[in-house]
């Protein structure tokens, strides 16, 4: 089945259906949005439209371009993304780039393709490789570069496409794609967009990683903690089922919460207690994120005894 974009970029889509019916169509188009949103899937689907030899505002699906292209091995699409372990498009890969644009299509009056994700990934000189090709290839060539709203590109490569900004998913119809990909239950999807708002695809991983469930165990226990039914050793255990980053994260996001609430409401002494908790934890986010290998069920034992603390002294 060929790929379509999403329900919530039907208007970007239209705009950019009316640029190629119109032959408006520029060498290189910036798509902006954020990344589990959906913006790869819009890619992929305009290069399946432009491929198709159809006339429909979509990919048919049926003719031999199409189903070359969604078999994956179509001669005309190139890919430019990190490579494995890497976070950065190397220079050998916008060389590789510049050749394939360079050779000719095997269909007559085709045109080449090429994704590049993310484009923060073209490092400066990986960028300045490209920026000839860019604004005037041979041949008829369309480079799609997607990256994350705001993000820091060259000027020179950000002048030379046309920027096509991305709408995110409202609520609803994140619910509504959610429901028909996943089979967790409603509590868990909408736990799930909370963590990851207008961004359904990133949601969706986050359901398969069991992200929701573990996260309203760990408020649970939190909440039980403050009762004294458990212990911080047993919930640092409960917790560990994730990388101890995520856990502490969690935790500081909502003791960020709390803060914010004591803050309106005028509790200064209250809130003086949680905002020391809040500096105990930089030092432990700042190891587990470094290089060194920290004991993580030591670090969730630190931070949870240290949060139990917290409590007693707020009772
Ligand atoms: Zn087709």
Redesign the pocket.
């Known amino acids: 089945m060929s790929v379509t974009a999403l329900p919530w970029h039907s208007a970007a889509w239209a705009r950019l259906i009316a640029m190629v019916q119109n032959n408006r169509l520029p060498h290189a188009i910036l798509l902006t949005a954020p990344s589990g949103s959906g913006r790869r899937q819009f890619a992929d689907a305009l290069c399946g439209y432009l491929i198709?030899?159809?006339d429909a505002a979509r990919?048919?699906?049926?003719?031999k371009?199409?189903l070359l292209y969604d078999s994956g091995n179509h001669p005309d699409v190139m890919v430019l993304a990190p490579e494995e372990s890497s976070k950065n498009i190397k220079i050998e890969q916008v060389r590789r780039a510049i050749q394939f644009v360079a050779q000719t299509s095997n269909q007559a009056d085709a045109t080449k393709l090429i994704i590049v994700q993310p484009a923060e990934g073209l490092g400066n000189a990986a960028a300045n490789s490209l920026l000839k090709s860019l604004e005037e290839p041979p041949g008829k060539t369309l480079f799609i570069l997607i990256a994350e709203p705001g993000a820091n590109l060259l000027p020179t490569i950000r002048s030379r496409c046309q920027p096509l900004v991305l709408e995110t998913a409202s609520d609803e119809q994140a619910m509504v794609w959610l429901t028909a990909h996943s089979s967790a239950t409603p509590e868990h999807l909408r736990a799930a967009l909370q963590l990851a708002p207008g961004r359904p695809l990133l949601a969706l991983n986050l359901l398969e990683q069991g992200i929701p469930a573990w996260r309203s165990v760990l408020e649970q226990n939190l909440l039980d903690l403050q009762q004294g039914k458990v212990s911080p050793v047993e919930i640092a255990k409960s917790a560990s089922t994730q990388p101890a980053l995520r856990a502490i994260q969690c935790l500081q996001e909502i003791n960020t919460n709390a803060c914010l609430a004591l803050s309106m409401a005028n509790k200064t002494e209250a809130l003086k207690v949680r905002l020391a908790f809040q500096q105990k934890l930089v030092p432990v986010i700042r190891q587990l994120s470094g290089t060194s290998n920290p004991n993580e069920l030591l670090a969730l034992e630190y931070v949870f005894a240290e949060y139990s603390n917290v409590i007693a002294r707020l009772d």
């Open positions: 198709c030899r159809g990919p048919c699906g049926q003719c371009q199409c």
